[in-house]
């Protein structure tokens, strides 16, 4: 799909359909020329109204916010996409800024269109090609004329990223192994010259005593992979470290899960894709941050030769733990993980995961939790965030929680003595790995809940929605180079 700015009004621009946003039930806005049809309809403002005959396609959307012109586009792609439509005009609904509100559509538009239909024989492609947005409502303005184009550039980028991590979540894990993450993490690398990529086998892992990322890979017949992206441009204003976890299917191991928890644990690599995706488009934007994505990638299957709850492993950071719970397995891979993330240096550490059951329980299933020691941190990674439209809200450690992780024969327990409270446990377990230096620099974001749902919501399709990329990106795009 190709989106243009269009330096010409509405009227003038040749198109198959013009879309019309209808913003909070104003039936006299200057572009709406079928209000005698809306009665005809019962069309009220709300909803969409296509009138093939006109050629118009009216979207109710409840005000121009940036989510919401998102969400709308992507109403009307839904709307037209059985159609014989390949071109598509609209004007510009900005809000406080141009850039914000075409990136917006754009994304949109793209998010909506994403489908994975590689396993049906039957594939029903949209004809529509391309969106042509008008530049009327800018009056000739041409720093916002400038400021809509990068917008649209940026909105391309980001959410052509989201789709990019989505088709890596959707992947059956009969296909996605470790070393289909491998491949993919090289190829990335040979695609775009600024990305760079180191894999380590199983043999650096026990060099590097990463006990507790191996114990997970134990039964799995596909070998570990720790995986190395880097992005370094000159002049880089900060060094960010994210860290993914990737694991390809989650069985649950000795503490097996059971089976209608098994269906859909593909998506256990969620927080990989996510790294994966935000170093990619990171790339593209040409940010000046040094950008590093670490990802833990293996299985966690059973056999005779599976770690058991009662083991104790020796993590790379020197902590023991207790296993009380085989499948607690995703906080010990990325306990290995911080570890080596932190020789890195970085000033902003940030892991994502989908960690907890818990956190879908407390949260819902389209919400993400911040944690962290640092209320400045994470209201600052919530503020700049918010543009994206993904939901997050900060869940607080305390003390007591902390009490429930202990262990009396080792440093720590991997699940906690309560089962109340279980994503901060989690998230308090992960603190035990992070350097005292390092504690205000981190935030770990449980991306459980909206990873992977099983129904369409908002602008996402049912599977995979990409959690925790653009979100990252809106981060950094406020921090580094502005584009």
């Known amino acids: 799909m190709k989106f243009e700015l269009i330096e010409r009004p509405l009227k003038e621009i040749g198109a198959d359909v013009e879309l019309i946003f209808v913003v909070n039930k104003d039936l006299e806005h200057k572009f709406i020329k079928d209000k005698c049809e809306f009665e005809f309809y019962g069309f009220k403002g709300e909803g969409v109204l296509f009138l093939q005959s006109q050629k118009r396609l009216y979207v109710g959307i409840a005000n121009t916010e940036v989510d919401t012109i998102r969400q709308g586009a992507a109403k009307a792609y839904n709307a037209l996409k059985d159609y014989e439509v390949s071109s598509l005009k609209v004007a510009s609904y900005i809000t406080k800024c141009a850039k914000f509100s075409t990136q917006a559509l754009v994304e949109g538009f793209i998010l909506a269109s994403y489908k994975f239909d590689k396993y049906k024989k039957e594939k029903k492609q949209s004809k529509l090609e391309s969106v042509l947005i008008s530049s009327e409502s800018f009056d000739e303005n041409t720093l916002e004329i400038e400021k809509a184009k990068i917008g649209i550039t940026n909105g391309q980028i980001m959410a052509n990223a989201t789709n990019f991590a989505k088709d890596i979540v959707n992947e059956i894990p009969e296909v996605y192994t470790p070393l289909k993450f491998e491949q993919d993490a090289l190829e990335l690398a040979k695609s775009d010259k600024n990305i760079k990529c180191k894999v380590y086998d199983e043999k650096f892992l026990q060099k590097e005593s990463m006990n507790a990322f191996l114990a997970v890979n134990r039964a799995s017949v ?169 939901l997050n809200s900060e869940l607080e450690f305390n003390d007591y929680l902390k009490e429930l992780i202990k262990s009396q024969i080792a440093d720590v327990s991997n699940a906690a003595s309560s089962r109340y409270g279980g994503a901060i446990t989690a998230g308090l377990f992960l603190d035990k790995f992070i350097k005292d230096e390092y504690k205000d620099s981190w935030l770990h974001l449980d991306i459980a809940g909206p990873a992977y749902v099983e ?25 580094g180079k502005d584009k």
Request: proline fraction near 4%; charge should be positive.
């Open 222 to 390: 596909h070998p570990p992979r720790l995986i190395h992206l880097s992005y370094t441009p000159k002049d880089a204003k900060k060094r960010i470290v994210f860290v993914g976890k990737g694991l390809t299917y989650d069985s649950g191991g000795l503490s097996l899960k059971p089976a209608d928890y098994m269906l859909t644990m593909k998506a256990d690599k969620s927080g990989g894709a996510a790294v994966m995706a935000i170093i990619k488009a990171a790339s593209e934007l040409g940010l000046k941050l040094e950008i590093h994505s670490i990802i833990g990638a293996t299985e966690n299957m059973i056999g005779g030769n599976a770690y058991k709850p009662d083991d104790v492993l020796i993590s790379r950071a020197g902590v023991s733990i207790e296993v009380r719970n085989t499948d607690a397995e995703g906080r010990l891979v990325l306990a290995d993980c911080l570890s080596f993330a932190q020789d890195l240096k970085p000033d902003i550490l940030i892991d994502l995961a989908t960690l907890t059951g818990a956190c879908v329980v407390g949260l819902g299933e389209y919400t993400t939790g911040v944690m962290g020691n640092s209320s400045e941190l994470k209201e600052s990674f919530r503020h700049k965030s918010k543009l994206s439209g993904e």
């Open 455 to 479: 129904k369409p919501w908002g602008y996402n399709q049912a599977g995979a929605s990409g959690a925790g990329v653009r979100a990252c990106l809106y981060f950094l795009n406020s921090i």
